[in-house]
Nanobody
Framework: QVQLVESGGGLVQAGGSLRLSCAGS????????MDWFRQAPGKEREFVAA????????YYADSVKGRFTISRDNTQNMVYLQMNSLKAEDTAIYYC???????????WGQGTQVTVSS
């Protein structure tokens, strides 16, 4: 069992930056792949970024590639999403998720709101 808690969301102007954090609990945290998903109002939840359990391989949605960076610290049971050059269309609730493989989440956090004003 893995429990996930996101933090770091907020209101930022277009072009600004935010860093989301996801704190995980459970002895098996470091063995899980980690994902970030987001859901904008009236839209389906979509994949944003993923990182393998060892942290050496990352994956991004085309819409965020070059602007967002996912990283993890297994010694602290933490995953991060650094978001730069934010756009209004990045406004959404951002969810941290974990699973045996990337983009196949088994556990979800409660989400953190990111609002980008244009």
């Amino acid at each position: 069992q893995v429990q996930l808690v996101e933090s770091g969301g907020g209101l930022v102007q277009a072009g600004g930056s935010l860093r989301l954090s996801c704190a995980g609990s459970g002895r098996s945290f470091s063995s899980y792949a980690m994902d970030w998903f987001r859901q904008a109002p009236g839209k389906e939840r979509e994949f944003v970024a993923a990182i393998e359990w060892h942290g050496h391989r990352t994956y991004y949605a085309d819409s965020v590639k070059g602007r967002f960076t996912i990283s993890r610290d297994n010694t602290q049971n933490m995953v991060y999403l650094q978001m730069n050059s934010l756009k209004a269309e990045d406004t959404a609730i951002y969810y941290c998720a974990s699973g045996v493989s990337i983009m196949s989440p088994e556990y979800w956090g409660q989400g953190t709101q990111v609002t980008v004003s244009s």
